[in-house]
């Protein structure tokens, strides 16, 4: 099992550029989370899919970020227009059970850095 | 929405010394997990638990439900024990609110 996988690990872009992250979850989990750290904020609830649907995006900021679940392997999650303040170690983790009972697994993460 | 309190926000130990720490959590939990992340590293869970004692190794956590806390103990902490503690609390919604964590450093 090789565990959440997150790329690319590092991601530098200039200020209006576009930025996608990529994450693929244990195989047979059904939740998918993205979570947001800075040193800041701390851990920050982005979106959340539940067997490839939405359902829960309230952490999202509305304008510049999405998050797609195409197939059961993968997750993306795209930034337009990147800003100094997106930048953050993007968290992706996965569950067996949606059910608010499964334990989380997190990806290593994927540091974006906005210049 | 659930509000998720960690103490203390942080702790020095010295190498051997028992850490305690302590989740407090505003409403009611279907799940509760403890991860650790080092310095610039990846989360990864400790224990879950969302009721009850469980232990593992030189951890163990018990969790009271109807008062809404649980608590990490570490045993004979190690220097690699550094780093820092959350824990993090899901409910029927199943988003899961994480806490601002115990930064623990153990010092040789």
């Known amino acids: 099992n090789a565990g959440v996988i997150q790329t690319p690990r590092h991601k530098v872009t200039g200020k209006g550029q576009e930025a996608t992250l990529w994450c693929e979850p244990i195989?047979?989990?059904?939740?998918v989370f993205w979570y947001r750290q800075t040193i800041v904020q701390g851990l920050e609830f982005l979106t959340y899919?539940?067997?490839?649907?939405?359902?829960?995006d309230s952490g999202m900021p509305k304008e510049r970020f999405s998050a797609q679940m195409p197939n059961q392997s993968h997750s993306t999650l795209k930034i337009q227009s990147t800003q100094p303040q997106d930048s953050a170690v993007y968290l992706c983790a996965s569950s067996l059970v949606g059910r608010g009972t499964g334990q989380l697994y997190f990806g290593e993460g994927s540091k974006l850095t906005v210049l | 929405g659930q509000q998720v309190q960690q103490s203390p926000a942080s702790l020095v130990l010295q190498e051997g010394e028992n850490a305690e720490l302590q989740c407090n959590f505003s409403s009611t939990a279907t799940q509760l997990q403890w991860f650790y992340q080092s310095p610039g590293g990846s989360l990864v869970s400790l224990l879950s638990?969302?009721?009850g004692t469980k232990h593992t190794g030189r951890l163990t956590s018990t969790t009271v439900t109807k008062e809404r806390r649980s608590s990490l103990h570490i045993s004979s902490s190690q220097t690699t024990d550094s780093g820092t503690y959350l824990c993090a609390i899901s409910s029927n919604t199943n988003k899961v609110v994480f806490g601002t964590g115990t930064r623990l450093q153990v010092l040789p």
């Open positions: 638990n969302p009721s």
């Open positions: 195989s047979g989990h059904s939740a």
């Open positions: 899919f539940r067997n490839q649907a939405p359902i829960d």
